[in-house]
């Protein structure tokens, strides 16, 4: 039972453990394809200045997926402003 919470605790710490630096997450950026890495391990993968790169784990090209707080607001049209 010890073993199987050990293992338990194993998976849950491979979560949350970065493919790079076999480290805990640090300030993690999600990529397009669905893979977690630290901001700092992603940035030394792209370079500097950064440029394409294929994400470590499945060798996808590297998109980080948008932030949502950094898309634009979509402007909510305004059904008098015509009238103005
Ligand atoms: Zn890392
Ligand atoms: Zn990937």
Redesign the pocket.
Known sequence: MDEELLALREQLVAEATCPLCLDVFEQPVL?A???SFCGQCLAGVLGEPPRPAA?P??R?PLELAPPVSVLPAVPVPNPWSRCV
Do not use: L
């Open positions: 990529t394809c669905g893979h994400c784990q499945c996808a």
